[in-house]
């Protein structure tokens, strides 16, 4: 359970980064749905994956526009 606390933080944080360090980001993340099968529950993978999503979505943008970042990735 500890994973999954420390996982949903790191979402959490990553989100507010781009809401007010990358304003012009944030409406991407309505586009980046996870599809979730009606019959399977969410795991701590799939927070995991829309985690690495946001982290990649991120990293791209801050490379197109050479822009430095703090952000590290944790993999």
Do not use: W
């Not at 507010?16 to 980046?32: A, Q």
């Amino acid at each position: 359970m500890k994973a999954l606390e420390c996982t949903l933080k790191e979402i959490l944080e990553l989100t507010t980064k781009i809401e007010y360090e990358y304003p012009e980001l944030y409406p991407f993340l309505d586009e980046n749905p996870q599809v979730i099968p009606k019959h399977r529950t969410i795991e701590q993978d799939d927070f995991n994956e829309y985690l690495n999503g946001l982290k990649d979505l991120l990293d791209r943008y801050v490379m197109s526009k050479g822009k430095l970042s703090g952000l590290e990735r944790q993999n």
